[in-house]
């Protein structure tokens, strides 16, 4: 956001502050290519496919997921 505010004409701000990154403890891993995806999906039985197609589109972890409560209207 700050460089992008120092390219503008004329710039937003006079310089870039150092902002320290934070450590990160649980990186995601096991990305799915799209054929890989459309081959899992094709190979689950029907039961299973929307959970993995709301899995990928939205990249929830499976715990998150699982852990959602449905409610009927």
């Known amino acids: 956001m700050f460089y992008l505010a120092l390219e503008c004409t004329p710039p937003k701000v006079i310089q870039v502050p150092y902002?320290?990154?934070?450590?990160?403890?649980?990186?995601?891993?096991?990305?799915?290519?799209?054929?890989?995806?459309?081959?899992?999906?094709?190979?689950?039985?029907?039961?299973?496919?929307?959970?993995?197609?709301?899995?990928?589109?939205s990249g929830w972890r499976k715990g998150e997921i699982l852990a959602l409560k449905w409610e009927r209207p």
């Open 19 to 57: 902002i320290p990154m934070l450590k990160e403890s649980n990186i995601r891993k096991g990305f799915f290519e799209p054929e890989e995806y459309a081959a899992l999906k094709n190979a689950l039985p029907s039961y299973l496919k929307s959970i993995i197609a709301f899995a990928y589109d």
